[in-house]
Nanobody, 121 residues
Framework: QVHLVESGGGLVQAGGSLILSCAAS????????VGWYRQAPGKQRELVAT???????NYADSVKGRFTISRDNAKNTVYLQMNSLKPEDTAVYYC???????????????WGQGTQVTVSS
């Protein structure tokens, strides 16, 4: 069984930084595209950034220049470096893997449990 576990959230002042991690546990051959999403209270979940298996990245306009997504394939971990945080970045952040190959199966659309990020003004 494969699980995605996010960590690194917390409370930070505006202008500060946080690094989120998304670690995949279990026996894994490969992970395709991984994305970070966020959901603020009363709002729909939105895409923040994605990274493909080859390292190509994509960002929401609202975080371009402030957030950086990266991955360590040897550790099956994806990171989200968040700088110059704003109160409007406050949300629960989730990671998603669109396709995970294990020794026994191909799994689709895996989500982590989320980690809370709160930015105070």
């Amino acid at each position: 069984q494969v699980h995605l576990v996010e960590s690194g959230g917390g409370l930070v002042q505006a202008g500060g930084s946080l690094i989120l991690s998304c670690a995949a546990s279990g026996s894994i051959f490969s992970i395709n595209t991984v994305g970070w999403y966020r959901q603020a209270p009363g709002k729909q979940r939105e895409l923040v950034a994605t990274i493909t298996s080859t390292g190509s990245t994509n960002y929401a306009d609202s975080v371009k220049g402030r957030f950086t997504i990266s991955r360590d394939n040897a550790k099956n971990t994806v990171y989200l470096q968040m700088n110059s945080l704003k109160p409007e970045d406050t949300a629960v952040y989730y990671c998603n893997a669109d396709r995970v190959r294990t020794p026994s199966q191909l799994m689709f659309n895996l989500w982590g449990q989320g980690t809370q990020v709160t930015v105070s003004s």
